[in-house]
């Protein structure tokens, strides 16, 4: 069955820096797009970051210039590099996949077929 396993939360202080990483399996990688979604306490599930199997980006515009989305696709592994981190981004973050040209806008998490158990990443201040 299909997984997507992510890892590298963690506590960090406001300005530092993480590196979230998502591994896929039971599934053809390079035939899926992949996002990064996050959820903070009380509030709704946020679009992060999408990257289509070309490579191919979209950021929310909040995360632009801030946080980095890549693949590996000879890994199965998508990317997400947070940088200036600040304590609003404090949130469990999820990794998504969903098969490509399914014609998706990318920022709602229900268009997407497969979704992970999230990685909690707390910034303090």
């Known amino acids: 069955q299909v997984q997507l396993v992510e890892s590298g939360g963690g506590l960090v202080q406001a300005g530092g820096s993480l590196r979230l990483s998502c591994a896929a399996s039971?599934?053809?990688?390079?035939?899926?797009?992949m996002g990064w979604f996050r959820q903070a306490p009380g509030k709704e599930r946020e679009f992060v970051a999408a990257?289509?199997?070309?490579?191919?980006?979209v950021y929310a515009d909040s995360m632009k210039g801030r946080f980095t989305i890549s693949r590996d696709n000879a890994k199965n592994t998508v990317y997400l590099r947070m940088n200036s981190l600040k304590p609003e981004d404090t949130a469990v973050y999820y990794c998504?996949?969903?098969?490509?040209?399914?014609?998706?806008?990318?920022?709602?998490?229900?268009?997407?077929?497969?979704r992970g158990q999230g990685t909690q990443v707390t910034v303090s201040s």
């Open positions: 998504l996949a969903v098969r490509r040209g399914s014609g998706i806008s990318y920022y709602s998490a229900e268009d997407y077929d497969y």
């Open positions: 039971g599934l053809t990688f390079s035939d899926y797009d």
């Open positions: 990257i289509r199997w070309s490579g191919y980006t």
